[in-house]
C-alpha cells in the first residue's frame, strides 16, 4: 500500500483554497463500515501511482456528492470506492458539476458539487441526506461521524508540518462546537476525545451520530487539522435547491 508525506509548503501549492479540510486524524481505518464513501482520484501518474485528492458520498445510484472546491465544472472525474486504494483499482468515471454560485462568501459559500456517473453504480447503497432545516437546532453534545481519505496524521518537524498519507478510507467521531446558518462547527481536538478531518477530507461526509444521514460535508478547518472540522450544512435551502436538480429530496 502506498504511504507519501506531504510538506505545509508544497500544500500551499498543491490546493487552491485556504485552509483547505484534509484527511481523518485521531481516527481508524473505515473497513467496509461506509461503502457508499468514495474518493477522487487524480489522473496524474506519479512515481507511486496516482493519489485521491477529496472525498465524497454516494447519494443516488448515479450522484456522488462531494465540494464545489474539488472540482472543475464540466470536467470529467474518476471516483473510487474502495477502503484502501491502489492504483489499478475500479473506477467510476463521471462528470463533475459544481453549484453554479459557488464563491468564497463565509455566509454561505455554495461549496457543494456532485458527479454524475456515467452508469449507475451498482451493489452500493447510497446514504441519507437530511430533512429540510432538521439540523437547525442541534443540541451541543451532538456527535458526528467523519469519513475520508485525507491525511491520517499530522506531524511537526524541523522542516514544518508534515502531513501523511495512504489512500485509506478512514472515520473519527467529533463534538458539535456551533451552529451557524450555512455550516455546523465540530470539535476535533484529540485532547477532548474527538477526531477529525484533514487535507484531502474535503467533500466527505459528516454523518449525523450513528446514522446514514449526511448532516454536512467537510470543507475546511485549521492549518495543522486539530481543533475545528468546518462543514457546510446539507438542510439549508440553498443547498437542497442545488441537491434537488440531482437527488430526490427527503
Not at 481505518?29 to 506519479?46: A, F, W
Not at 458539487?113 to 451493489?123: M, P, T
Not at 462547527?185 to 466527505?204: F, L
Request: aromatic content about 10%.
Amino acid at each position: 500500500m502506498r504511504r507519501f508525506v506531504i510538506t505545509a509548503a508544497l500544500l500551499v501549492a498543491a490546493f487552491s483554497i485556504a485552509a483547505p479540510a484534509a484527511a481523518i486524524t485521531n481516527g481508524r481505518p473505515d473497513g467496509n463500515r461506509h461503502p457508499n464513501v468514495g474518493g477522487l482520484v487524480s489522473p496524474t501518474q506519479y512515481s507511486d501511482g496516482t493519489w485521491i485528492y477529496c472525498s465524497g458520498t454516494l447519494i443516488s445510484s448515479t450522484a456522488f456528492l462531494t465540494a464545489a472546491h474539488c472540482g472543475e465544472d464540466g470536467e470529467r472525474v474518476a471516483v473510487t470506492f474502495d477502503s484502501a486504494y491502489e492504483a489499478g483499482d475500479k473506477l467510476y468515471y463521471g462528470t463533475f458539476y459544481a453549484d453554479p454560485l459557488y464563491n468564497q462568501s463565509q455566509s454561505d459559500p455554495h461549496d457543494i458539487a456532485v458527479v454524475v456517473f456515467d452508469a449507475a453504480v451498482k451493489g452500493i447503497t447510497p446514504a441519507r441526506l437530511p430533512e429540510a432545516d432538521s439540523l437547525a437546532n442541534l443540541s451541543k453534545d451532538q456527535r458526528f461521524k467523519s469519513v475520508g481519505y485525507g491525511a491520517y496524521e499530522v506531524t511537526n518537524e524541523p522542516g514544518g508540518h508534515r502531513y501523511l498519507y495512504n489512500d485509506v478510507r478512514m472515520r473519527a467521531t467529533g463534538t458539535l462546537n456551533a451552529t451557524n446558518p450555512a455550516w455546523l462547527r465540530i470539535s476535533m481536538n484529540p485532547a477532548t476525545g474527538n477526531g477529525g478531518t484533514c487535507y484531502g477530507d474535503s467533500g466527505g461526509p459528516n454523518f449525523l451520530g450513528a446514522t446514514d444521514i449526511i448532516a454536512a460535508i467537510t470543507i475546511t478547518g485549521d492549518a495543522v487539522c486539530r481543533a475545528t472540522n468546518v462543514v457546510y450544512r446539507l438542510d439549508t435551502e440553498s443547498a437542497r435547491a442545488f441537491l434537488g436538480q440531482y437527488v430526490t429530496l427527503p
